[in-house]
Protein backbone atom coordinates (compact mmCIF):
# COMPACT_ATOMS: atom_id res chain seq x y z
CA UNK A 1 0.00 0.00 0.00
CA UNK A 2 1.73 3.25 -0.96
CA UNK A 3 2.35 6.35 1.37
CA UNK A 4 -1.06 8.28 1.37
CA UNK A 5 -1.37 10.72 -1.15
CA UNK A 6 0.80 8.95 -3.49
CA UNK A 7 -1.47 6.36 -4.81
CA UNK A 8 -1.75 7.91 -8.23
CA UNK A 9 1.83 8.24 -8.75
CA UNK A 10 2.73 4.79 -7.74
CA UNK A 11 0.07 3.29 -10.00
CA UNK A 12 1.42 5.56 -13.25
CA UNK A 13 5.20 4.10 -12.18
CA UNK A 14 4.07 0.64 -11.93
CA UNK A 15 2.52 1.04 -15.64
CA UNK A 16 5.59 2.35 -17.15
CA UNK A 17 7.76 -0.18 -15.12
CA UNK A 18 5.76 -3.10 -16.45
CA UNK A 19 5.51 -1.91 -20.23
CA UNK A 20 9.41 -1.72 -20.25
CA UNK A 21 10.48 -4.54 -18.36
CA UNK A 22 12.20 -2.85 -15.73
CA UNK A 23 11.79 -3.56 -11.53
CA UNK A 24 9.38 -1.21 -9.38
CA UNK A 25 12.14 -0.09 -7.20
CA UNK A 26 14.29 0.84 -9.79
CA UNK A 27 11.53 3.13 -11.99
CA UNK A 28 10.83 4.39 -8.42
CA UNK A 29 14.33 5.76 -8.34
CA UNK A 30 14.47 6.78 -11.21
CA UNK A 31 11.74 9.06 -11.33
CA UNK A 32 12.56 10.24 -7.86
CA UNK A 33 15.79 11.32 -9.54
CA UNK A 34 14.31 12.59 -12.55
CA UNK A 35 11.85 14.60 -10.85
CA UNK A 36 14.44 16.22 -8.66
CA UNK A 37 16.89 17.13 -11.71
CA UNK A 38 13.69 18.47 -13.61
CA UNK A 39 12.65 21.12 -10.74
CA UNK A 40 15.04 24.72 -10.78
CA UNK A 41 17.72 24.55 -8.73
CA UNK A 42 17.42 20.80 -8.49
CA UNK A 43 20.72 18.30 -8.13
CA UNK A 44 21.60 15.55 -10.17
CA UNK A 45 21.04 12.41 -8.06
CA UNK A 46 23.35 9.10 -8.69
CA UNK A 47 21.11 6.35 -10.19
CA UNK A 48 21.93 2.65 -9.84
CA UNK A 49 19.88 0.09 -11.97
CA UNK A 50 19.08 -3.57 -11.26
CA UNK A 51 17.12 -3.87 -7.90
CA UNK A 52 14.92 -7.05 -8.17
CA UNK A 53 11.12 -6.83 -7.70
CA UNK A 54 10.20 -7.12 -3.60
CA UNK A 55 9.30 -10.61 -2.89
CA UNK A 56 6.36 -9.27 -0.55
CA UNK A 57 4.79 -5.99 0.40
CA UNK A 58 6.54 -3.82 3.15
CA UNK A 59 4.34 -3.69 6.53
CA UNK A 60 1.88 -0.36 7.56
CA UNK A 61 3.79 2.03 9.12
CA UNK A 62 6.97 2.10 8.33
CA UNK A 63 7.19 5.69 6.93
CA UNK A 64 6.59 8.14 10.60
CA UNK A 65 2.87 10.21 10.60
CA UNK A 66 3.56 14.20 11.00
CA UNK A 67 1.64 13.68 14.13
CA UNK A 68 4.62 11.32 15.32
CA UNK A 69 7.25 12.62 18.57
CA UNK A 70 10.68 13.74 17.17
CA UNK A 71 11.65 10.38 19.13
CA UNK A 72 9.38 8.07 17.29
CA UNK A 73 10.25 10.01 13.87
CA UNK A 74 14.38 9.35 14.83
CA UNK A 75 14.18 6.00 16.30
CA UNK A 76 12.55 4.74 12.82
CA UNK A 77 14.67 6.77 10.41
CA UNK A 78 17.77 5.54 12.75
CA UNK A 79 16.51 1.63 12.83
CA UNK A 80 16.23 2.24 8.64
CA UNK A 81 20.01 2.97 8.54
CA UNK A 82 20.04 6.66 8.29
CA UNK A 83 21.42 9.80 10.49
CA UNK A 84 19.46 12.76 12.62
CA UNK A 85 21.39 15.17 9.90
CA UNK A 86 20.62 12.70 6.84
CA UNK A 87 16.75 12.98 7.71
CA UNK A 88 16.86 16.54 7.88
CA UNK A 89 18.60 16.53 4.51
CA UNK A 90 16.03 14.63 2.64
CA UNK A 91 13.43 16.86 3.91
CA UNK A 92 14.45 19.08 1.08
CA UNK A 93 12.17 17.37 -0.59
CA UNK A 94 9.20 19.23 1.08
CA UNK A 95 10.26 22.52 -0.92
CA UNK A 96 8.59 21.37 -3.60
CA UNK A 97 6.02 18.93 -2.25
CA UNK A 98 2.38 19.87 -1.06
CA UNK A 99 -0.36 17.83 1.39
CA UNK A 100 -3.09 16.12 0.12
CA UNK A 101 -4.47 14.15 2.78
CA UNK A 102 -3.91 15.63 6.41
CA UNK A 103 -6.33 18.65 5.47
CA UNK A 104 -8.40 17.46 2.56
CA UNK A 105 -10.42 21.01 2.24
CA UNK A 106 -7.01 22.54 0.81
CA UNK A 107 -5.42 19.54 -0.84
CA UNK A 108 -2.24 20.76 -2.98
CA UNK A 109 -0.82 23.33 -0.58
CA UNK A 110 2.68 23.71 -0.61
CA UNK A 111 5.12 23.52 2.52
CA UNK A 112 7.03 26.67 1.02
CA UNK A 113 5.59 29.49 -1.39
CA UNK A 114 8.24 28.87 -4.21
CA UNK A 115 6.48 24.87 -4.62
CA UNK A 116 7.83 24.83 -8.10
CA UNK A 117 11.38 25.74 -6.65
CA UNK A 118 14.68 23.23 -5.50
CA UNK A 119 15.21 25.94 -2.70
CA UNK A 120 15.84 26.22 0.75
CA UNK A 121 13.18 28.32 1.56
CA UNK A 122 11.45 26.04 3.08
CA UNK A 123 14.19 25.67 5.57
CA UNK A 124 13.91 29.32 6.61
CA UNK A 125 9.94 29.28 6.58
CA UNK A 126 9.81 26.56 9.27
CA UNK A 127 11.83 28.57 11.81
CA UNK A 128 9.06 31.73 11.46
CA UNK A 129 6.50 32.33 14.05
CA UNK A 130 3.29 30.40 13.07
CA UNK A 131 0.39 32.71 12.43
CA UNK A 132 -2.20 31.31 10.08
CA UNK A 133 -4.43 28.17 9.74
CA UNK A 134 -4.44 27.66 5.80
CA UNK A 135 -8.16 26.51 6.24
CA UNK A 136 -10.79 27.57 2.75
CA UNK A 137 -11.01 30.59 4.33
CA UNK A 138 -8.75 32.72 2.62
CA UNK A 139 -6.05 31.24 5.42
CA UNK A 140 -7.95 31.99 8.45
CA UNK A 141 -9.41 28.20 9.09
CA UNK A 142 -10.68 27.79 12.49
CA UNK A 143 -8.93 23.89 13.10
CA UNK A 144 -5.89 22.73 13.54
CA UNK A 145 -5.81 18.94 11.67
CA UNK A 146 -3.54 16.06 13.21
CA UNK A 147 -0.34 16.59 12.02
CA UNK A 148 -0.47 20.20 11.49
CA UNK A 149 0.85 23.39 13.17
CA UNK A 150 -0.09 26.92 12.57
CA UNK A 151 2.01 28.67 9.32
CA UNK A 152 3.65 31.48 8.51
CA UNK A 153 1.98 32.62 5.65
CA UNK A 154 -1.55 31.73 4.02
CA UNK A 155 -1.33 29.58 1.07
CA UNK A 156 1.57 27.78 3.31
CA UNK A 157 0.95 24.62 5.07
CA UNK A 158 3.29 23.62 8.15
CA UNK A 159 3.32 19.98 9.05
CA UNK A 160 3.80 19.46 12.72
CA UNK A 161 6.87 17.15 12.47
CA UNK A 162 8.58 19.83 10.58
CA UNK A 163 8.04 22.39 13.06
CA UNK A 164 9.32 19.89 15.98
CA UNK A 165 12.66 18.62 14.08
CA UNK A 166 13.73 22.17 13.17
CA UNK A 167 13.52 22.82 17.32
CA UNK A 168 14.82 19.75 18.67
CA UNK A 169 18.05 20.38 20.31
CA UNK A 170 18.99 17.45 18.19
CA UNK A 171 18.20 18.56 14.74
CA UNK A 172 17.95 22.37 15.10
CA UNK A 173 21.63 23.22 14.22
CA UNK A 174 21.21 21.09 11.32
CA UNK A 175 18.04 22.18 10.14
CA UNK A 176 19.98 26.10 10.49
CA UNK A 177 22.50 25.10 8.17
CA UNK A 178 20.64 24.23 5.68
CA UNK A 179 18.52 27.27 5.55
CA UNK A 180 21.45 29.23 4.93
CA UNK A 181 23.36 27.72 2.34
CA UNK A 182 21.00 26.67 -0.86
CA UNK A 183 24.56 24.85 -2.56
CA UNK A 184 24.65 22.69 1.30
CA UNK A 185 21.12 21.87 0.79
CA UNK A 186 21.37 20.49 -2.65
CA UNK A 187 24.52 18.55 -2.02
CA UNK A 188 23.48 16.92 0.98
CA UNK A 189 20.24 15.96 0.05
CA UNK A 190 21.77 14.28 -3.00
CA UNK A 191 24.19 12.41 -1.17
CA UNK A 192 21.31 10.89 1.61
CA UNK A 193 19.32 10.10 -1.19
CA UNK A 194 22.20 8.19 -2.86
CA UNK A 195 22.51 6.30 0.31
CA UNK A 196 18.43 5.93 0.97
CA UNK A 197 18.52 4.42 -2.36
CA UNK A 198 21.26 1.70 -1.48
CA UNK A 199 19.21 1.00 1.91
CA UNK A 200 18.47 -3.05 1.47
CA UNK A 201 20.43 -3.38 -2.06
CA UNK A 202 23.60 -4.94 -2.96
CA UNK A 203 25.43 -1.95 -4.57
CA UNK A 204 28.61 -4.14 -6.55
CA UNK A 205 25.23 -5.96 -8.62
CA UNK A 206 23.51 -2.64 -9.39
CA UNK A 207 24.63 -0.26 -12.58
CA UNK A 208 25.50 3.46 -12.62
CA UNK A 209 23.21 4.65 -14.92
CA UNK A 210 23.52 8.50 -13.62
CA UNK A 211 23.95 9.24 -16.96
CA UNK A 212 20.63 9.00 -18.58
CA UNK A 213 20.32 11.99 -16.41
CA UNK A 214 20.79 15.38 -17.89
Known amino acids: MPQEGLESIVDAE ?3 ADKHGVSYG ?3 QFAAAVSVRNCPGGPRITFLAG ?3 ATQA ?3 GLVPNPFDSVDTILGRVEDAGLTSDELINLLASHSVAVQEHVDETIPGTPFDLTPGVFDNNFYRDVLLPGLVIPGPLLGFGFTLHQGEVKAPFIGEFRLQSDYALARD ?4 SRWKSLGSSQSLMASSFATAMAKMALL ?3 AGS ?3 CSDVIS
Open 26 to 28: DII
Open 51 to 53: RPN
Open 200 to 202: GQN
Open 169 to 172: PRTA
Open 58 to 60: APD
Open 206 to 208: LHN
Open 14 to 16: KDI
